[in-house]
């Protein structure tokens, strides 16, 4: 059993920002990739960004040079620094990770977060 848990999400004002964190535990052999995805109201759930567990990262567009992601191996933790936050940020985040878990063979499985609200606005 593999279990994402997201942690960090609120108000915050415009320019303002906000650190989500997102612990997987479990029964882990080990963690690919992992990544945030949000979803605005009425709108489809999107790519935010992704990290590879060698560090290489990728970012849609919308959040280049303003979002940072980072993660801890060690602690199967992946971070999303957000700054100069934007009313078009507000959103339920996801966090994603793709995941060997143990006692399983090798096979890698998807799995997500619960989702956390980050809303900005004055």
């Known amino acids: 059993q593999v279990q994402l848990v997201e942690s960090g999400g609120g108000l915050v004002q415009p320019g303002g920002s906000l650190r989500l964190s997102c612990a997987a535990s479990?029964?882990?052999?080990?963690?690919?990739?992992m990544g945030w995805y949000r979803q605005a109201p009425g709108k489809q759930r999107e790519l935010v960004t992704t990290?590879?567990?060698?560090?290489?990262?990728n970012y849609a567009e919308p959040v280049k040079g303003r979002f940072t992601i980072f993660r801890d191996n060690a602690r199967n933790t992946v971070y999303l620094q957000m700054n100069s936050l934007k009313p078009e940020d507000t959103a339920v985040y996801y966090c994603?990770?793709?995941?060997?878990?143990?006692?399983?063979?090798?096979?890698?499985?998807?799995?997500w977060g619960q989702g956390t609200q980050v809303t900005v606005s004055s």
């Open positions: 994603n990770a793709d995941v060997i878990p143990r006692g399983l063979g090798y096979s890698s499985y998807d799995y």
């Open positions: 479990g029964s882990i052999f080990r963690v690919n990739a």
């Open positions: 990290i590879t567990s060698g560090g290489n990262t």
